[in-house]
């Protein structure tokens, strides 16, 4: 999913145009949101451990298919905004490319497709090297990154935004990078995944609080926008504090060792997002901050969280 943590449509601020066509198309794949790929890889690759050796190899794979697919995403998500005028020369950054850099859109629809197949061909040698059940998985997650911003009825646009991206980069993500090191899918690979599904469906929650003028007066209805600015900023805090007792019902269940605990260590960040939306004021740029201390917080907690497993391993060998 597209997740725009240092993105404003209320405010001109335009990057520098900088590292020629290369540049272009780094900062078109939104390299400070790909943790939020990265992170569910290493969760589930750490969880998988103490069923075998990790394989190297195929974490790699895996992880660059997760964040190259991210990259598309945020593409697609690039095109289809300045195509239906939600990004404009006033925006800053999500439409640096196209408003302000002399990047075409049918350009950006190129790379973005040029993104999903190097995607695809990692994905064909993750199931040559495990199991071909992987390629109608990886396809319907490839679908739901497209239809997030692209078709008559973008998912982004919906009440349903927050759902599809935690659905599919957290507890998809985390299932198949366990699955690849281990060869099954347990119960207890599902349950580790809630909290990163939940925390990656509150940074698209903050990105539409703080997006909520723009986004009405487009005729979108997303959650913020369909239960207002004071209940979604509460849904998001619960959000946070849900993701924290997981965390702890996990450790009581004996699920994760006590190093898992160590994701707790998030909560000042937690804390910075809510008082932002809460105290920010209504202008994109006012809430920037807490939207970005909201994807600070599923970064520091997804990679805690990782970091606890590994640590638990690694002690219990």
């Not at 849900?242 to 994701?263: E, K, N, T």
């Amino acid at each position: 999913m597209e997740l725009k943590t240092a993105t404003s449509r209320g405010a001109a601020s335009a990057p520098p145009n900088t590292g020629g066509r290369w540049g272009i198309w780094l900062r078109l794949t939104r390299p400070h949101t790909l943790t939020a790929s990265f992170v569910p890889v290493a969760i589930g690759s750490a969880f998988a451990l103490p069923h075998g050796q990790l394989r190297v190899s195929l974490f790699l794979a895996m992880l660059a298919a997760s964040m190259l697919l991210q990259a598309a995403t945020n593409m697609y998500n690039e095109y289809y905004d300045f195509r239906c005028g939600l990004d404009n020369a006033g925006s800053v950054g999500i439409s640096g490319t196209l408003v302000r850099e002399g990047v075409t859109p049918e350009t950006v629809l190129a790379l973005a497709r040029l993104t999903v197949a190097a995607a695809f061909l990692l994905g064909l040698y993750l199931c040559q090297q495990t199991s071909w059940w992987l390629l109608p998985v990886g396809l319907a997650g490839a679908a739901v990154g497209y239809f997030y911003s692209g078709g008559p009825y973008p998912l982004s646009a919906t009440p349903f935004g927050e759902i599809f991206s935690g659905g599919t980069m957290g507890i998809i993500i985390i299932a198949v990078a366990f699955f690849i090191q281990t060869g099954f899918i347990s119960a207890a690979a599902v349950l580790v995944s809630v909290p990163s599904a939940i925390l990656i469906g509150a940074i698209l929650l903050s990105n539409n609080i703080r997006d909520l003028d723009g986004d009405k007066l487009h005729g979108r209805r997303t959650l913020a926008i369909l239960i207002g600015r004071g209940p979604a900023t509460a849904l998001l805090a619960a959000m946070f504090a849900l993701a924290d007792l997981w965390v702890v019902a996990l450790w009581l269940a004996g699920i994760v060792g006590p190093w898992a605990l160590l994701a707790l260590a998030s909560l000042p960040k937690q804390l910075q997002a809510v008082r932002g939306f809460r105290g920010g004021g209504s202008a994109p740029a006012e809430l920037m901050p807490a939207m970005v201390a909201t994807a600070q917080t599923n970064t520091l907690f997804g990679l805690l969280f990782a970091a606890g497993l590994l640590v638990q391993h690694l002690f219990a060998r």
